[in-house]
């Protein structure tokens, strides 16, 4: 039996066996429930990454109803704008049927842009041609964010938000919270 | 932090054989980063991540949120180091920003949610309730339950201190803004009152 200490006596004492034993515990429950994800180092790695880069963070100008259609149609969403100083960029996600994979067809103020499509640690790069028109095919169906290499030197990168992609149907939507430059 | 040194010599004659603690650890890598090894900032991240995350989760914020969180606080941990002077205190530095950050994050959200519209969230971050998972082992179910009867900030507290050991809680719980054992680690009133629930618990063994 525990001797009838207040709680106030007992939290002015120093850690003991049980105190230990009931942290551990609860750590190894949190660590079971709600770790942190596997990809939270490689998300920290990239956003230092960009802040060295002194990244631009592009806005979001338009994004209509951007619900992934799930009939035999083509599985068309509606286009995404971004603007920045220096560069705007138009995008439209496509999910494909059989495999479920994206496709994304952009279009960039200019020829010659290099765009990464950023989604977790990996990156998929594709160059704008004459006509400003870029393609991304079989991507993994997970959220992405795009980041634009300006042609000219003098300019800065630009990142966009973090566009969410439901695993099944729903809505696209972008993070709000991720503009906190 | 003129205790540090104290307690981490009590916490040494507690664990004679216990590991590096998580801030002597941090400060290393840290200090060596600001003298310019750069590539310590890597494992600095692996260190800290899981503190900024349940700290970051403990203010209520959804999965999605907190990684924004975490991402922030190392980013402002980069541009702002030159200005940090004691490396010993990267641990309770980040943990606060974190902890801001994630607070003004939350705020927003409140702002364009009236369902988060409470004052303190509950701490799980919705986790779900593991009494629901059948595989969930007695004794966790029973620590679960008095958990959650503890008040929020008892459980933000807990939940984030137990990532570290009795050296790191001064820090840990000096980044919650609720400072405990400012001479050696003592246990606190969350972790008394967790403890007194537990061992008054008929169906608790401390095996």
Not at chain 1, 67 to 90: G, H, W
Not at chain 2, 93 to 115: C, F, H, I, M, Y
């Amino acid at each position: 039996m525990t001797p009838p200490e207040s709680i106030a006596e007992l939290a002015t004492q120093p850690l003991d066996d049980v105190d230990e034993q009931v942290l551990g515990m609860l750590r190894e429950m949190f660590d079971q429930y709600d770790p942190p994800p596997a990809d939270l180092a490689e998300s920290v790695g990239i956003a230092l990454t960009l802040s060295a880069m002194d990244a631009e963070l592009a806005e979001l100008q338009q994004q209509s109803t951007l619900a992934v259609r799930s009939s035999a149609e083509p599985l068309a969403t509606d286009s995404i704008t971004f603007t920045s100083s220096s560069l705007n960029l138009m995008v439209q996600i496509t999910v494909d049927e059989d495999d479920g994979s994206l496709r994304i067809d952009g279009w960039v103020t200019g020829g010659g842009v290099r765009i990464d499509v950023l989604q977790g640690s990996s990156t998929s790069s594709a160059t704008s041609d004459a006509h400003g028109r870029l393609t991304w095919e079989r991507l993994p169906r997970r959220p992405l964010r795009f980041l634009m290499h300006p042609v000219l030197a003098n300019e800065r990168v630009v990142i966009t938000p973090v566009i969410d992609i439901p695993s099944t149907g729903g809505q696209l939507s972008s993070d709000p919270s991720i503009d906190d430059s | 932090m003129a205790t540090m040194t104290e307690q981490r010599a009590t916490s040494a004659t507690n664990q004679p054989t216990g590991p590096q603690s998580m801030v002597d650890e941090a400060s290393d890598h840290f200090a060596a980063f600001q003298s310019g090894e750069l590539q310590r900032m890597t494992p600095l991240v692996e260190l800290l991540n899981p503190v900024l995350w349940h700290i970051a989760r403990s203010c209520g914020l959804d999965q999605q949120s907190a990684q924004d969180v975490v991402q922030c606080a190392w980013v402002r941990l980069v541009e702002k180091s030159d200005q940090i002077q004691n490396p010993r205190t990267v641990v309770a530095w980040l943990g606060t920003t974190a902890r801001r950050e994630a607070w003004r994050v939350r705020k927003n959200q409140r702002r364009t949610d009236p369902r988060a519209n409470e004052e303190i969230p509950t701490s799980d971050g919705g986790i779900g309730d593991p009494a629901d998972d059948v595989v969930f082992a007695e004794d966790q179910r029973l620590l679960w339950t008095h958990f959650r009867e503890l008040s929020p900030r008892c459980q933000q507290l807990l939940r984030v201190i137990c990532q570290g050991g009795p050296a790191d809680y001064a820090d840990l719980s000096s980044a919650l803004n609720m400072p405990i054992g400012s001479i050696g680690p003592t246990r606190g009133r969350c972790l008394a009152a967790l403890r007194t629930a537990l061992l008054n618990d008929p169906d608790w063994s401390t095996s």
